[in-house]
C-alpha cells in the first residue's frame, strides 16, 4: 500500500469549512484514498473513501485531484465534535490490512 | 448500522495473568482484526482472520494468541500479561475485500479495551 503525508496539526474555527490536505503521490491506479477519523478514547470511524471522482456524502466530501496524486477531505460546517485525529489512506481495499499513519490533528475553535 | 462491540471499555490486570478480550460483530462480516494503539507508534496490527478458525500474523503477534470460533466472534488472548502490554485494544471488522473494481471496501471499529497491566 502507498504511503500518505499529512499536515501534523491543523485549527479551524466552528461553523467554516475544514479542508483537511493529503498526499499520495505514489498511489496506483486501482488504489483508494480513504479518510477515518478518531476521537479521543473512541475507536476510528469511517468517513469517506474514492477511486477517481470527487465523492460526497452525509458527513465529508472528497475532492481528488486529476493525477490522484493528492486529496482534500471537506468538512463543510466544522463543529466542536468534530475535533479528531484525521487519518489518509490508500489502500486497494480497507477490508484487509491497513496502515494508519500519523494523521492530522483537528482542532476546532469556538 | 455496522456494530462492533468488545467486552470491556477499561481493564485492569496484574503481571502474569491470562487475559481474554473480546470482540463480536453483527455484520457477517468475514474478516475480523485486532489493533493496538500507543501514543507516537499508531494503530499496529496484532492479528487478523479471514474466516472462522483462520488466522493470520499482523505486525506485533509476539504475546498473543487469538481464537475464532464463531464468524461473529474474534477473541485475542494475553497468555502471561506484561507490563508492556499496557494499551488500548482495537476489534474492527469487514467484509471479503477484492482488488482492482470490487476494491473500497472499508473496516469498522470498536470502542476500544484500555488495559492496564500492572
Known amino acids: 500500500d502507498a504511503k500518505t503525508t499529512q499536515p501534523t496539526s491543523m485549527d479551524c474555527a466552528e461553523g467554516r469549512a475544514a479542508n483537511l490536505p493529503c498526499n499520495h503521490s505514489?498511489?496506483?491506479?486501482?488504489?483508494?484514498v480513504y479518510w477515518y477519523r478518531q476521537i479521543h478514547s473512541q475507536g476510528p470511524q469511517y468517513i469517506i473513501h474514492g477511486l477517481k471522482n470527487n465523492e460526497t456524502n452525509e458527513m465529508a466530501s472528497l475532492i481528488i485531484t486529476e493525477d490522484r496524486k493528492s486529496s482534500t477531505l471537506i468538512l463543510p460546517h466544522a463543529t466542536l465534535r468534530d475535533t479528531a485525529v484525521y487519518y489518509c489512506?490508500?489502500?486497494?481495499?480497507?477490508?484487509?490490512?491497513?496502515?494508519f499513519g500519523s494523521g492530522t490533528r483537528l482542532s476546532i475553535r469556538p | 448500522d455496522v456494530k462492533v462491540t468488545q467486552s470491556s471499555r477499561y481493564l485492569v490486570k496484574r503481571t502474569g495473568e491470562k487475559v481474554f478480550l473480546e470482540c463480536v460483530q453483527d455484520?457477517?462480516?468475514?474478516?475480523m482484526f485486532w489493533y493496538r494503539q500507543d501514543p507516537g507508534l499508531g494503530l499496529r496490527l496484532i492479528y487478523f482472520s479471514y474466516d472462522v478458525k483462520m488466522k493470520e500474523k499482523g505486525d506485533i503477534p509476539e504475546g498473543y494468541s487469538v481464537s475464532r470460533e464463531k464468524k461473529e466472534r474474534f477473541s485475542l488472548i494475553l497468555e502471561s500479561a506484561s507490563t508492556n502490554q499496557t494499551s488500548m485494544y482495537l476489534c474492527?471488522?469487514?467484509?471479503?475485500?477484492?482488488?482492482?473494481?470490487?476494491?473500497?471496501?472499508?473496516?469498522?471499529f470498536g470502542p476500544g479495551t484500555r488495559l492496564l497491566v500492572l
Open positions: 455484520m457477517d462480516h468475514e474478516n
Open positions: 489512506i490508500s489502500a486497494y481495499s480497507s477490508a484487509s490490512k491497513i496502515i
Open positions: 505514489t498511489i496506483s491506479g486501482n488504489e483508494y
Open positions: 474492527a471488522s469487514s467484509s471479503l475485500g477484492g482488488q482492482g473494481a470490487y476494491g473500497g471496501e472499508t473496516q469498522y
